[in-house]
């Protein structure tokens, strides 16, 4: 039998504290030589603009976790389907026999574990006292970029950036409500910035979303919007100003354009950046001094899903959630 969850199933199964767990555990099980993660394949459907991703990983040592996210991309979807432009599902199989074990919704799973991974980063890389956050972007992954650094820090105010009035209003009425801080929309991406310990940048934007001279010293940035090589969120100003952590140095050499526009430009070279999100979660020293900027660029990676797929597997099976099915 295999276990069919859907969005309300993994919502309810899966907490933000235990998708950082599991996260975390991920990229230490990655850096020690113990996952097997190839770069995510592509597939384009031109006649349907279509395209979709498929992204495998196995992870060993306890976690002992095999699977892959299928995330599909079709812009038409709103206009002519009435379907989100983005699906996602997540198989997970045993690792013993090969046999299915769980299929479930991806879409808050994908999410789920993007916030956590930045949680995981924002808990080695944030000052410990970082109260305020600055987002830029209020859509899907805003949500649960902010859920994590509540999970991680003491957080008391989001300051919220969006060009979207309308997103910006219920983002701040929801955060506000269901994480017990003070939420208040910003006309001008510079109260963004500055009096900020940790700013997020989750947004569709193809250019840079604010200057990088405006970061105070102590600053955490997220950067998780831009992953492809024609996008940046950051500015050169901000890249160059800041200690640098992906979560995988070849996919973000791949796919950062945050990070791959300023290296073909010459202004910073591939040494900028400072360590994986593996290294630094196994002992690599994170922030040193509260006076450094510190930025955590991810791209999304494989083990992230798969290592949130188990424990969302694991903990709706203990609670007696999902629907047992015979293929
Ligand atoms: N790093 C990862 O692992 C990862 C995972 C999932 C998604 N993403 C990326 O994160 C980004 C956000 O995804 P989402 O699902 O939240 O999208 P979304 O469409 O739900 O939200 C994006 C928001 O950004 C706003 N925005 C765009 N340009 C802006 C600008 N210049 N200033 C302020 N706001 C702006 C839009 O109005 C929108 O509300 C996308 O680029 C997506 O591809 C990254």
Redesign the pocket.
């Known amino acids: 039998m295999a276990l069919l969850l859907t969005r309300a199933d993994v919502q309810s199964a899966l907490s933000m504290t235990d998708a950082i767990e599991a996260v975390e555990e991920a990229f230490r099980q990655q850096q020690v030589g113990n996952a097997q993660l190839p770069l995510r394949t592509p597939i384009r459907i031109p006649q349907h603009h279509g395209l979709v991703l498929f992204m495998p990983a196995y992870i060993g040592g306890e976690m002992d976790a095999l699977g892959m996210k299928v995330v599909t991309v079709y812009p038409d979807n709103p206009a002519q389907h009435s379907l989100p432009i983005?699906l996602a599902t997540v198989l997970l199989n045993d690792p013993c026999t090969g046999k299915l074990v769980a299929m479930m919704d991806g879409a808050y799973l994908?999410?789920l574990r993007?916030g956590a991974?930045s949680g995981v980063a924002t808990k080695h890389l944030a000052r410990a006292n970082a109260k305020v956050v600055g987002m830029?972007?209020?859509?899907?992954?805003?949500r649960t970029q902010l859920m994590a650094m509540c999970a991680v820090r003491p957080i008391t105010e989001v300051r919220v950036?969006?060009?979207?009035p309308d997103?910006a209003r219920s983002f701040c009425d929801d955060m506000a409500a269901s994480l017990k801080i003070t939420a208040r929309q910003v006309m001008e991406?510079r109260e963004a910035v500055a009096g900020c310990d940790i700013v997020i940048a989750?947004?569709?934007?193809k250019?840079p979303?604010f200057d990088g001279a405006w970061l105070e010293p102590g600053t955490h940035i997220n950067g998780?919007?831009?992953?492809s090589l024609d996008a940046r969120e950051l500015d050169s100003t901000t890249i160059k100003r800041s200690k640098v952590v992906v979560?995988l140095r070849s996919a973000a050499l791949a796919e950062a354009g945050d990070l791959v526009t300023p290296i073909n430009a010459g202004e910073i070279s591939a040494d900028h950046i400072y360590a994986d999100l593996g290294a630094i979660v196994t002992g690599k020293p994170g922030r040193t001094d509260d006076g450094e900027i510190t930025l955590f660029k991810?791209?999304?990676l494989a083990i992230?899903d798969v290592s949130a797929a188990i424990k969302v597997y694991q903990l709706a099976r203990a609670k007696g959630i999902g629907q047992e099915v015979n293929l």
């Open positions: 983005i994908t999410a993007t991974a830029f972007g209020a859509g899907i992954q805003a950036y969006e060009r979207a997103v991406p989750a947004t569709t934007s250019t979303i998780i919007g831009s992953h979560d991810s791209v999304g992230q």
